[in-house]
């Protein structure tokens, strides 16, 4: 549990992060709250010959209302996130979510946007980033680039970043009225790590029919995904127990999820249609 040796610089700007990355090329690593990066390099699998770390880039842990979007700067700590009250006011179930992650101690170090780089399939916020439809700012030497969440999962630990690049800030749609979101995990007991998590977002009209939903699935899969599918069956119905258990009846196919010794793929296809139904019914109820 002894990571192989590796040099140590700090970053005190995104542009000296930036500049920092490309001294030191494909084989250094940032380095944010390192509750991911950390556990991966005692355990050699990352072996980066350089850690920048940019953890005291002040300007990147700013939580911001701009308008009608919450902005999250990518090294607000999930404490942080949890407890905003712009997030709490704006986007509670992003609050809610933050504060099932991990214990005490991973929400006081992690970061969201080390989290999202990351892209654990266990990670609760990827559920969350597709859901309400979050859009990711990252820079690089060639400039500042926004990437949709439904673009930037790209496959286990993959995402749309490219050597070079920092994810600087999550912008979050706020939830207006009309609108309602929630989120409902499965967590492994031991890490708190979601072995399914869903998140599912809903825009109802004055007749209480469905204007719009957005479900982001994450822990089922190595990528997360939207339950399409799902979302298609309840466009233009109105959401109660009945349409929402049709819906949900089947939300993934075994044959694309996870088995692995937290649960087999059928277990995880089952959570999804639970978790899918539980998230909606709180969803639909908070649009009310
Ligand atoms: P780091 O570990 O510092 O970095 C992770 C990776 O992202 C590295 O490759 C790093 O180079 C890269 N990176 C970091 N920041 C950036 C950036 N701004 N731009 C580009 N790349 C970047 N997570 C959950 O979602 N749910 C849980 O229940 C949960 N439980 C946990 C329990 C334990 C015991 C532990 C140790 C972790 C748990 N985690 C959980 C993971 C935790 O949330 C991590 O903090 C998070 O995944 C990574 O964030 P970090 O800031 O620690 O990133």
């Known amino acids: 549990m002894i990571p192989a040796e590796f040099d140590y610089v700090r970053a ?19 380095l944010a709250g390192g509750h991911s990066l950390i556990p991966a390099m005692k355990l050699r699998l990352n072996t980066p010959s350089t850690l920048i770390d940019v ?26 996130v949890e407890t905003s009250d712009i997030v709490t006011t704006n986007c509670p179930a992003l609050a809610e979510a933050a504060g099932k992650i991990g214990d005490t101690q991973v929400r006081n170090r992690g970061t969201i946007g080390g989290s999202l780089a990351h892209a654990d399939p266990a990670a609760d916020y990827p559920a969350l980033v597709l859901a309400l439809n979050a859009e990711l700012t990252v820079e690089g030497n060639a400039g500042s680039r926004t990437v949709a969440a439904d673009d930037f999962f790209q496959g286990l630990f993959q995402t749309a970043l490219e050597p070079g690049e920092l994810l600087t800030k999550v912008s979050f749609p706020i939830t207006g009225s009309g609108s309602g979101a929630a989120y409902e995990k499965f967590p492994n007991p031991a890490s708190r790590f979601a072995v399914v998590g869903v998140a599912a977002m809903v825009t109802v009209d004055g007749g209480g029919n469905c204007t719009a939903v957005r479900i982001g699935v994450t822990g089922a899969a190595d990528t997360p995904f939207r339950a399409t599918d799902v979302e298609n069956a309840l466009v233009g119905k109105a959401l109660d127990e009945h349409s929402i258990s049709a819906a949900t009846a089947k939300v993934a196919d075994p044959a694309d999820l996870l088995s692995d010794l937290s649960a087999s793929a059928e277990y995880r296809a089952h959570l999804c249609s639970v978790l899918a139904n539980r998230a909606l019914l709180k969803a639909a109820e908070r649009a009310k």
């Open 12 to 30: 005190n700007s995104v542009q000296d992060a930036i500049s920092l990355l490309s001294q030191h090329g494909d084989d250094a690593k940032l």
């Open 55 to 80: 953890s005291g880039i002040s300007e990147l842990t700013a939580i911001k209302l701009d308008g009608d979007k919450v902005h999250i700067g990518a090294l607000a700590t999930h404490r942080s």
